[in-house]
Each structure stands twice: as structure tokens, then as C-alpha cells.
């Protein structure tokens, strides 16, 4: 099975999403909502309400002794709005703390 979906995102804003609901992931470009809903709904077994998507513009940089300018190629996020009262392991924050 040709899956769409490349790997979740996890950072701090993605994370206070899932809070409300809304995942974030990495997808392939090719793919639409459809198969992007059917995909996350396979893999977590979850009921997807909703689904947006967007292209992420690659960053450039400079790089090297010469400072040659290099960019990363673009990319496409899908945010998925799961059924009120589910949600996602992998975006689970546990309690723990690093202590100084």
C-alpha cells in the first residue's frame, strides 16, 4: 500500500495544536485530502473530519567558503482535524522535565 504520509510534526506550536485537535504532518506532494484523510485514518485508526493542506516554500542558505547559496526544495503539510474525543499517540507531551 502507496501511503502519503512521510512523518508527523512534532514542535512546540504543532504540539498545542494536537491540544485542539488539529495534527500536523508531512506528506507527499502528489497526494490530495482524500488520500491523506484515508491514510491517517488507516494508520491510527481514527475518524478524520478534516483536512487542509499547504505547500511549505524551501529555506535558502549560504554554505561553504565561497558562502554558495543552497536551498532546500519545497515540501507539503497537511494539518487533519480528528473526531472530537480522539487523538494521536506519537503527539503526546508526557510530564517529564529536565531539571538544572
Given at each position: ?33 482524500y488520500?491523506?484523510?484515508q491514510?491517517?485514518?488507516?494508520l ?49 507531551v ?7
Amino acid at each position: 500500500m502507496n501511503h502519503s504520509i512521510i512523518k508527523p510534526i512534532i514542535t512546540e506550536k504543532s504540539l498545542s495544536l494536537a491540544s485542539r485537535g488539529w495534527y500536523s504532518f508531512v506528506v507527499k506532494e502528489a497526494s490530495n485530502k482524500y488520500e491523506i484523510a484515508q491514510a491517517i485514518a488507516d494508520l491510527y485508526k481514527v475518524i478524520v473530519e478534516d483536512v487542509r493542506t499547504m505547500i511549505m516554500h524551501g529555506k535558502e542558505h549560504r554554505s561553504g567558503k565561497r558562502q554558495k547559496k543552497i536551498a532546500k526544495s519545497d515540501w507539503k503539510k497537511a494539518l487533519v482535524h480528528l473526531k472530537v474525543g480522539q487523538k494521536i499517540d506519537a503527539f503526546e507531551v508526557t510530564g517529564e522535565t529536565k531539571e538544572k
